[in-house]
């Protein structure tokens, strides 16, 4: 039997708070936050000009060990042009997973294509390749213009697979499979800053990742995103066309193409950058507080989910508990969030919301499964 009250004594015990509201993911300004945005109201560099975007740019080239990254204004901006920059069309269409969050699906629709909606696995909650090789061998032909759908006669443009909650998905399976069928592979890694698997960041193995640096992410720009790859040419093309395809000149206004206005705000990437510093120090206080809930939660009956194969390193993004049944998971819920610690169900699976109920949909087994039964804890770190 499962002790909820034990389970509410736990997480007040783990943070320290005897009542009041403990929420799912809150963040931390530990380090230089203030100075640097003050420094931007200060030279009055908030906008499109200023240097903290090129240096948060740098830094996070260099925590992902990639060569070049760009930063934009948010995650979901973020994984529309990675997808423009893939080769996506309007009028094709990109397999993902309906286990995600809708900014997934929202950033395939901005492209005029539609998504096609894969199953997961049970560990890692994220893109399974056996259901993509399955969708890819039954339903799909190679024709020279490239892969195409037998049923609807379309265009396959790309991959888009989800890490979810910042364990990775068995990306080097489907990347390989990709391969295969070339078809390019854009990781949505909006709640992986921090996560590797063989050393290696995630959103590093696919063409393009797309990290998110909204307020309950890992580390937070207020709104934000970046783009990571390892080809650097596709990297200045994305910087390019983020930024309204402006030629460089002094004075003159030139544009040769149909671009987006997605760059980060200077003020945004002044918090970026003093959030990125403290990634390593927020990493290890989520960490901590992984091991704790887990010691805690065993006690109680509670399933933790715990870090799957694919991960070597996890950044904790937010910890979450499995649950036997759906009726359990109403209660848990309920009994918790009347008692002011903030829980949360895993989304509802993307085929069953009103705008993508007509999109393709294969089996959805395990994502069902989670769909019914998984939930988030409180996850903040703890510096305050
Ligand atoms: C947060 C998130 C995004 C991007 O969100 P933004 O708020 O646009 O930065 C995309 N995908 C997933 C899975 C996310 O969790």
């Given at each position: 039997?499962?002790?909820?009250?034990?389970?509410?004594?736990?997480?007040?015990?783990?943070?320290?708070?005897?009542?009041?509201?403990?929420?799912?993911?809150?963040?931390?300004?530990?380090?230089?936050?203030?100075?640097?945005?003050?420094?931007?109201?200060?030279?009055?560099?908030?906008?499109?000009v200023g240097a903290y975007v090129d240096r948060f740019e740098e830094s996070m080239a260099k925590v992902t060990n990639v060569p070049k990254s760009v930063a934009v204004v948010n995650g979901t901006s973020g994984?529309?042009?990675?997808?423009?920059?893939?080769?996506?069309?309007?009028?094709?269409?990109?397999?993902?997973?309906?286990?995600?969050?809708?900014?997934?699906?929202?950033?395939?629709?901005?492209?005029?294509?539609?998504?096609?909606?894969?199953?997961?696995?049970?560990?890692?909650?994220?893109?399974?390749?056996?259901?993509?090789?399955?969708?890819?061998?039954?339903?799909?032909?190679?024709?020279?213009?490239?892969?195409?759908?037998?049923?609807?006669g379309k265009r396959i443009a790309a991959c888009l697979p989800m890490h979810t909650f910042g364990f990775l998905c068995r990306i080097e399976e489907i990347v390989s499979i990709?391969?295969?069928?070339?078809?390019?592979?854009?990781?949505?890694?909006?709640?992986?800053?921090?996560?590797?698997?063989?050393?290696?960041?995630?959103?590093?193995?696919?063409?393009?990742?797309?990290?998110?640096?909204?307020?309950?992410?890992?580390?937070?720009?207020?709104?934000?995103?970046?783009?990571?790859?390892?080809?650097?040419?596709?990297?200045?093309?994305?910087?390019?066309?983020?930024?309204?395809?402006?030629?460089?000149?002094?004075?003159?206004?030139?544009?040769?193409?149909?671009?987006?206005?997605?760059?980060?705000?200077?003020l945004n990437a002044a918090l970026a950058c003093a959030q990125l510093e403290q990634l390593d120090v927020l990493l290890r206080d989520k960490g901590d507080l992984y091991s704790e809930y887990q010691r805690g939660l065993e006690t109680l009956g509670f399933k933790i989910k715990t870090v799957p194969s694919t991960t070597e390193k996890w950044n904790c993004w937010l910890i979450a508990l499995e649950m036997d049944s759906k009726e359990e998971r109403d209660v848990f819920l309920k009994k918790t969030n009347e008692s002011g610690i903030m829980t949360r169900p895993i989304w509802q699976l993307m085929h069953r919301l009103p705008m993508y109920k007509n999109c393709q949909v294969e089996n959805q087994e395990n994502a069902e499964y989670l769909e019914n039964r998984i939930v988030n804890i409180p996850s903040s770190a703890r510096i305050r």
């Amino acid at each position: 039997m499962k002790e909820l009250t034990s389970f509410i004594k736990l997480v007040r015990n783990i943070y320290s708070q005897e009542e009041g509201y403990l929420p799912l993911h809150i963040p931390t300004f530990n380090g230089k936050e203030k100075e640097y945005v003050m420094d931007t109201l200060q030279t009055t560099m908030v906008s499109s000009v200023g240097a903290y975007v090129d240096r948060f740019e740098e830094s996070m080239a260099k925590v992902t060990n990639v060569p070049k990254s760009v930063a934009v204004v948010n995650g979901t901006s973020g994984l529309q042009v990675a997808l423009n920059l893939v080769g996506v069309q309007p009028g094709e269409e990109v397999i993902t997973q309906s286990l995600t969050f809708v900014a997934t699906a929202n950033a395939i629709h901005h492209n005029h294509a539609q998504p096609i909606f894969i199953d997961v696995d049970k560990d890692t909650m994220g893109m399974s390749p056996e259901a993509l090789r399955a969708f890819l061998l039954s339903k799909c032909e190679k024709r020279k213009e490239g892969l195409f759908n037998r049923y609807t006669g379309k265009r396959i443009a790309a991959c888009l697979p989800m890490h979810t909650f910042g364990f990775l998905c068995r990306i080097e399976e489907i990347v390989s499979i990709c391969n295969e069928f070339e078809i390019p592979v854009v990781e949505d890694a909006a709640e992986a800053l921090g996560s590797s698997y063989k050393g290696q960041s995630a959103g590093t193995f696919g063409t393009i990742g797309v990290f998110s640096f909204n307020g309950n992410k890992i580390i937070t720009s207020g709104g934000g995103g970046a783009l990571v790859s390892k080809d650097q040419k596709l990297m200045e093309r994305a910087k390019y066309i983020t930024n309204t395809a402006k030629k460089p000149h002094r004075w003159e206004y030139y544009h040769d193409e149909f671009a987006y206005n997605f760059r980060m705000p200077n003020l945004n990437a002044a918090l970026a950058c003093a959030q990125l510093e403290q990634l390593d120090v927020l990493l290890r206080d989520k960490g901590d507080l992984y091991s704790e809930y887990q010691r805690g939660l065993e006690t109680l009956g509670f399933k933790i989910k715990t870090v799957p194969s694919t991960t070597e390193k996890w950044n904790c993004w937010l910890i979450a508990l499995e649950m036997d049944s759906k009726e359990e998971r109403d209660v848990f819920l309920k009994k918790t969030n009347e008692s002011g610690i903030m829980t949360r169900p895993i989304w509802q699976l993307m085929h069953r919301l009103p705008m993508y109920k007509n999109c393709q949909v294969e089996n959805q087994e395990n994502a069902e499964y989670l769909e019914n039964r998984i939930v988030n804890i409180p996850s903040s770190a703890r510096i305050r």
